[in-house]
């Protein structure tokens, strides 16, 4: 998992997201790199959550209000 130096209330998810993408980046390939930053413009209202108010529910939201706007291969 992911260390950050925040409390886990506090950190929000994409803070999160971008550690996670800056750690893995070597690892990763640039397509997979590219596909993750492609995730988070489009849930930007998720992403400005604090991971610890995430639930299943919000998260099928954010889901759901995506497949309004986007096509519905993510």
């Excluded at 893995?24 to 959550?49: D, E, I, N, W």
């Excluded at 610890?52 to 986007?70: G, L, P, R």
């Amino acid at each position: 998992l992911i260390e950050l130096r925040e409390k886990p209330s506090v950190i929000k998810l994409i803070d999160a997201v971008d550690k996670y993408i800056d750690e893995k980046r070597g690892v990763f390939s640039p397509s997979t790199v590219a596909g993750y930053v492609k995730v988070k413009k489009r849930f930007p209202k998720l992403m400005k959550m604090r991971v610890c108010d995430i639930t299943e529910s919000v998260a099928q939201s954010a889901v759901n209000e995506a497949t309004k706007h986007y096509s519905p291969r993510l």
